[in-house]
């Protein structure tokens, strides 16, 4: 089965290194994967969307994701573009919002999509200190659709982030897990 996914961001908030996290594990895990970027203005702040394919059989697609199975969006004032636009049919969306998720399925004009909200924001603040939201969002989609295990992800972030740091990437990870909330 292939998941397409596509990471709603701006630059400097980890968008690329999440989307290759999340590969990471699947490879960990046995599946095919694909993982790459797509930039605008190459600044800190402007909108960057990244992309992950995972499967189970070998990946032949090489092109961009048109219509993901779920869309992330880590950076809630990103609301307004459109980021459901190609949503495959019965899709998902999970929002970095303090919103409900009924509040949130308003916003966007997809129909039979399930939408999910989670705090991302002051998960990282309380547990890293910065509002560095990504691997709370990754947290939060595996939660949602367990693509891969939370031990390969946890395993795969610990590499990227040794010592302290990991540890309190794991801790916002498990938490968002805990505390997204679907519709």
């Known amino acids: 089965m292939l998941i397409e996914i596509r990471w709603h961001g701006r630059g400097g908030q980890g968008i690329v290194s999440v989307s290759r996290l999340l590969a990471e594990a699947a490879l960990l895990d046995k599946k095919f994967v694909q993982s790459f970027p797509e930039f605008g203005p190459e600044r800190s702040g402007a909108p960057v969307r990244g992309f992950t394919r995972i499967s189970d059989d070998p990946i032949s697609i090489h092109s961009q994701i048109y219509n993901p199975n779920v869309v992330v969006v880590v950076d809630p ?18 929002v970095n919002s303090e919103r409900t998720p ?16 989670v705090n991302a924001r002051r998960i990282a603040l309380d547990v890293l200190g910065r509002p560095i939201y990504n691997t709370a969002m990754l947290g939060a989609l595996l939660k949602v659709k367990p693509i891969t295990s ?13 010592g302290t740091l990991g540890e309190k990437n794991v801790e916002a990870m498990k938490r968002a897990y805990e505390e997204v909330a679907g519709s």
């Open 77 to 94: 004032t990103l609301l307004g573009t459109n980021v459901a636009s190609g949503l495959a049919e019965n899709g998902t969306i999970i």
């Open 150 to 162: 939370f031990e390969s992800i946890t395993q795969v972030v610990r590499a990227r982030f040794p």
């Open 102 to 117: 009924e509040e949130l399925k308003k916003t966007f004009a997809v129909q039979n999509a399930q939408v999910y909200s």
